[in-house]
């Protein structure tokens, strides 16, 4: 019964594997980009939707 | 450098505000009349356009498309021009955009009680509105880059990031679940058949919740939750993480909406593994969220926004743990096709989009109003009964999907099925169905006492249609030469963020998709299914006009209580000729995939007319226009045209002799019935539709039959 199930694996296996291995790649480039982001930036882009307010200070750099 | 003067168009969040709570109201009521037909068929009001099969996809075209769509365009246009610290790039764009949507929106409202459908769920509209769609998607794209490009502030905020996600991945899917053939103005075939189009579909489906009512909903909740607790988000890098950790997976798990059907077995195992993965976005997400929170919770005591901003959180968690475990194939052939999965859904419409959705309206619009919000105790009041709604209507539903799978698959010590009869299963839920209806009108309430709460707020202020702000103008970019960051050069750059973000869903949709549509060896053909009779044809297109499919399906999975029930399970090749695939997705009445020679032309004449007349009981609405309303054979032989340029082998020549052939099959049918006391005329809707439930599964069976001489 559960035959169509089975045959469709054959051959196909190197999808699952393939795919497996382009999310682990694609998890750890992410997590090393996390790493080298440095604590300044991340905290300015943190503060982003706190300054949206109507004015703003002048004299502030828009320079991260 | 002098700071820059500006103004923030107020105007067409509020515009979209209106349009959200309108919208909702009218989605939802659509959905409580839809929840009472369930238990009292006369609420289907004797009409055609009013029927369960035409106004569900309204229901729910309505509440996604109109409501939750809405409120994130409401949600973007607000947050889009303050992250960026400029104004909307062209504001005949946002009116065009504003307007343009609301437009589709009746267009869905008019078309869906006519019947004009494609069947594909939440992509029924016909291929005129899907081009409309994908014009004012575009229109919504440029306003929201241009407004990009001419920002004043150099990083883009990780709300943005989902926006951008957000309008990418939709446009993808929306084009490539359209890609139809028209036959008409009102009418077209899906380009993919069967188990192609299944899975085309379900990629859809599924990342229409993900990219529909996760990810617009993940970037205001990065935007407003910080706003409303005024204090930054827990983590950023968590933020970074989730975000790239969500698209990605999202994509590959359109498969688990297609367990034990004909799908490909390592389609189905990819679909599964990544719809488990998908928890540690979807909760790293939430965690994030609620922890955003901490050292706050004193205020959410107090604040009614941040209250429905937690239990909106808490639903998404919930939802997208159940998610992941539904998608595990033990569970799966368990809760698929019932109950349960209605109450999924409704976890994370009501919970997570509806709730988000209010809170950033109670926030927004006294801001915007410059006043304070007429009633905090009216909101108060929301939020407990729109709380109690949510329970009152999941625990009754999921009880109804957890009793009626049981039912249907108890056998007795003597290995027969315990309830052979479909109907007796429905018959049990019913209590279940009215409580849940109790609970819709109780959410509802809440959803009405927020229009109005809204509206006073509305009245006591007044509208600062133009905000005045300032701020620094952006500065060249000069060359950092020590830039060490890839991702923080990404945040300045919204095109190459967009392109990558495009690669990024179409890796998994190539490796989910093309192997299917392109490998011929994945859908094996049967000899014996042959194509459709014109007559036949008729019959399914007004199957599909009807939705049928919102009730019944039309595939048997491999489990001895559908075989015994049912007949043979299905195969991928019994469907090559379906365009569009008619699967269903839930089960309220039986699987009619093996309906075919089942029961007389007489009883099915009966059971169309008046269904009680031979099932006692039975919750199905009465369709006596079917008797009335005449075949409208004009378009029979574009339709043969159509089918045979999808690849359907009807002959060259044969739209010419089809209507003679259509003729004589009917004649036939009406004869039987005349021979069974039943007077019709051979040219009346119903005897197509009669022809069409008579083929369902019946080559199959001339296969065995061969095979066996």
Same mark, same amino acid.
């Given at each position: ?64 | ?75 973007? %246009? #607000?947050? =889009? ?8 790039? !062209?504001?005949? $764009? +946002?009116?065009? &955009? @504003? /307007? ?121 909740? %990065? #935007?407003? =939750? ?8 827990? !983590?950023?890098? $968590? +933020?970074?993480? &989730? @975000? /790239? ?134 909101? !108060? ?329």
């Amino acid at each position: 019964m559960f035959e169509q199930f089975t045959k469709g694996l054959s051959g196909s296996q190197v999808y699952l594997i393939s795919s497996m291995i382009v999310f682990v790649v694609f998890f750890v480039v992410v997590t090393v980009v996390l790493i080298r982001l440095k604590k300044q930036h991340i905290n300015h882009m943190g503060q982003l939707p706190l300054e949206d307010s109507t004015l703003l200070n002048p004299s502030k750099s828009l320079q991260s | 450098m002098q700071p820059e003067k500006f103004y923030y168009d107020n105007k067409i969040v509020r515009n979209f505000a209106i349009a959200t709570i309108v919208w909702g109201i009218v989605g939802m009521l659509v959905g409580l009349l839809i929840a009472v037909q369930l238990y009292h068929p006369a609420a289907n009001m004797g009409t055609q356009y009013t029927t369960f099969g035409r106004i569900r996809p309204l229901h729910t075209n309505a509440v996604i498309f109109a409501f939750v769509g809405n409120a994130i365009f409401m949600g973007v %246009y #607000y947050s =889009l021009q303050r992250l960026l610290k400029t104004r909307m790039f !062209s504001d005949v $764009l +946002s009116n065009i &955009h @504003f /307007w343009g949507w609301q437009l589709i929106i009746v267009a869905a409202a008019i078309t869906l009680p006519l019947g004009l459908t494609t069947s594909h769920e939440y992509a029924e509209l016909e291929w005129p509105i899907d081009i409309a769609i994908t014009l004012i998607w575009v229109v919504f794209g440029i306003n929201m880059f241009g407004t990009i490009i001419k920002r004043r502030e150099r990083h883009l905020y990780v709300a943005i990031w989902f926006y951008i996600a957000t309008f990418v991945t939709i446009a993808v899917l929306h084009i490539c679940n359209s890609i139809e053939l028209p036959v008409s103005m009102w009418k077209s075939y899906m380009v993919y058949a069967g188990v192609q189009d299944a899975l085309v579909q379900w990629w859809y489906g599924h990342n229409a919740v993900a990219f529909f009512l996760t990810t617009p909903y993940l970037g205001m909740m %990065y #935007y407003f =939750l910080p706003k409303m607790a005024n204090r930054p988000v827990y !983590s950023y890098k $968590l +933020s970074i993480l &989730h @975000f /790239w950790a969500l698209i990605f997976i999202y994509i590959w798990a359109g498969p688990h909406h297609l367990l034990y059907t004909t799908l490909p077995g390592w389609a189905q195992s990819l679909g599964v593994a990544f719809s488990v993965m998908l928890i540690a976005p979807s909760w790293g997400g939430m965690i994030n969220g609620l922890l955003t929170l901490r050292g706050a919770w004193d205020k959410v005591r107090d604040d009614v926004v941040l209250k429905f901003m937690v239990v909106g959180l808490t639903a998404y968690g919930m939802a997208t743990f159940e998610g992941p475990m539904l998608s595990l194939k033990q569970v799966n052939g368990f809760a698929h096709f019932t109950d349960w999965i209605i109450a999924h859904v409704h976890v994370g419409a009501m919970g997570w989009n509806g709730f988000l959705t209010f809170a950033i309206l109670y926030w927004l619009i006294p801001r915007i109003y410059k006043t304070e919000l007429f009633s905090k105790k009216l909101a !108060s009041f929301h939020f407990w009964i729109g709380t109690l709604g949510i329970l009152f209507y999941v625990i009754p539903i999921y009880w109804a999907g957890f009793t009626q799978s049981f039912m249907l698959k108890e056998f007795t010590p003597e290995g027969i099925l315990k309830y052979p009869n479909f109907l007796e299963t429905t018959l049990r839920v019913i209590p279940m169905y009215i409580m849940r209806s109790v609970g819709g009108t109780l959410y509802l309430t809440g959803v009405i006492t927020m229009a109005y709460n809204l509206f006073r707020t509305m009245k006591q202020g007044s509208l600062a249609a133009n905000e005045a702000a300032q701020a620094m103008p952006l500065e060249p970019v000069v060359k950092e030469a020590h830039e060490h960051s890839w991702h923080r050069v990404l945040e300045r750059r919204p095109i190459q963020f967009m392109v990558l973000a495009l690669v990024v869903i179409l890796i998994g949709s190539f490796v989910e998709l093309m192997p299917t549509l392109t490998i011929k060896s994945n859908i094996p053909t049967i000899a014996s299914v042959k194509p459709y009779t014109p007559l036949e044809l008729q019959g399914r297109d007004l199957y599909i006009r009807e939705g049928c499919l919102a009730c019944h399906s039309q595939t048997v999975r491999p489990f001895r209580s559908e075989t015994e029930r049912y007949g043979e399970y299905s195969k991928a090749g019994e469907f090559v000729y379906d365009h569009p695939f008619l699967w269903g997705s839930e089960r309220k009445g039986p699987d009619l995939a093996r309906e075919g020679g089942m029961k007389s032309n007489q009883w099915h004449y009966y059971h169309l007319m008046d269904p009680r007349s031979v099932s006692q009981g039975s919750i199905m609405p009465n369709y006596d226009w079917l008797t009335s309303q005449t075949l409208d054979t004009s378009l029979t032989a574009a339709k043969i045209n159509a089918m045979r340029k999808l690849g359907v082998p009807y002959p060259v020549g044969y739209e010419k002799r089809a209507n003679a052939d259509l003729d004589k099959q009917a004649k036939g049918i009406a004869d039987d019935l005349a021979q069974n006391n039943v007077k019709v005329k051979s040219n009346k809707e119903i005897v197509a539709i009669i022809a069409y439930l008579q083929r369902l599964g019946v080559d199959i069976k001339a296969n065995k039959t061969a095979n066996n001489n």
